[in-house]
């Protein structure tokens, strides 16, 4: 009972760490758009799985009434995480996750509300989907998580060292927690082994939390940024005004495959400058920045009668975009409307 309660206390004290670790990392610290995005979804990945295993902790405790439904809602965070995380995977090594794309990885988890909402099978003594599925729907994210993540980013990705490095240590704690669900599915009849995956899940929630901390230093202030390159206020306007003119006179933007090093190697610039100059002196990241100008020339073709037998997404690669979901998504951003609509709206 002794040995109970205190597996109990540490599974809740460990859920209390990650969500004040995902509170930190989902406001702390200067961030770019992109770093934001991958951010949020690695607070959201430490929330899901602080409450699946404060939820293991309090049913094993008994606290709440059974007419609490915590075994629905444990299985609809299971199906909630791994969406996730390949999201946050996909962000960390510069892959799209457009719209269309997290709405087909929802679609289990909105076929499982469906199914478990109608006739109130959200209460106990009501029958599951068998627990096997489950976890071969797990590991099959898990699996092409680790596809993305040990190759590495694409070229021109938007990965850093750190959240490449987190990203693989979720990789890790998953699948420890997958081997403890398959030994757990082969020996369901080992009364010792009950509670494996819990523990697993609880030991490799503090893994990820102090694995966070220490390389990530998600809860440190953040330093001024910029704070020892050596570049005055006038050289960095200088050096923005530059980039501008090259951009719009060279029109290097048209090259999908432009990044952040080949437009500094252009104007002269090292590419910490040219991030410098870029970020304090225009209130842009690079991206944006590009996406600004292939934004606006897909206006321009757009707005012009004789390119009306263009298409919509031909439009984008001319413009420059490598891909439609990015071309959607920055249109929106920057012209507030999709290219269907803004040619749309042209002819009214």
């Known amino acids: 009972m002794a040995t109970s309660g205190i597996l109990i206390f540490i599974g809740l004290f460990g859920s209390l760490q990650a969500w004040l670790l995902a509170a930190a990392t989902w406001w702390g610290g200067r961030r770019d758009e992109v770093q934001r995005g991958q951010a949020r979804l690695l607070a959201l990945l430490f929330v899901i799985l602080g409450l699946v295993v404060a939820i293991v902790s309090v049913d094993h405790a008994g606290w709440l009434d059974r007419t609490v439904p915590l075994d629905w809602i444990e299985y609809s965070l299971s199906l909630l995480a791994p969406t996730m995380f390949l999201g946050y995977a996909h962000r960390i090594v510069g892959r799209d996750t457009s719209p269309t794309w997290w709405c087909v990885h929802f679609i289990p988890l909105a076929v499982w509300f469906a199914w478990t909402l109608q006739e109130h099978r959200v209460w106990p003594n009501q029958d599951w ?21 040990f190759p590495g980013p694409k070229t021109g990705g938007t990965s850093n060292a750190t959240g490449l490095t987190l990203l693989r240590a979720w990789i890790v704690g998953f699948s420890m927690v997958h081997v403890a669900q398959l030994v757990r599915l082969a020996f369901r009849h080992v009364d010792a082994l009950e509670q494996v995956v819990p523990v697993t899940a609880t030991v490799a929630l503090y893994g990820l939390v102090l694995f966070a901390l220490r390389s990530a230093r998600l809860l440190q202030p953040s330093p001024p940024p910029y704070a020892g390159s050596g570049l005055a206020p006038d050289a960095v306007r200088d050096a923005a005004a530059h980039i501008e003119t090259i951009l719009a006179d060279e029109r290097l933007f048209l090259d999908p495959d432009l990044d952040l090093g080949a437009l500094a190697a252009r104007a002269g610039l090292s590419r910490a400058h040219a991030s410098q100059a870029i970020n304090q002196s225009l209130g842009l990241s690079f991206h944006d920045l590009v996406n600004r100008h292939r934004v606006n020339t897909a206006r321009d073709l757009l707005d012009d009668p004789d390119h009306d037998h263009v298409t919509i997404d031909a439009v984008g690669q001319r413009a420059g975009f490598a891909s439609r979901s990015s071309y959607y998504e920055a249109f929106r951003r920057h012209a507030g409307s999709t290219p269907g609509r803004y040619r749309a709206d042209r002819g009214n």
Do not use: K, N, S
């Open 129 to 149: 989907p068998p627990i096997a599925l489950i976890v071969a729907y797990q590991i099959a994210y898990t699996l092409r998580g680790a596809m993305l993540a």
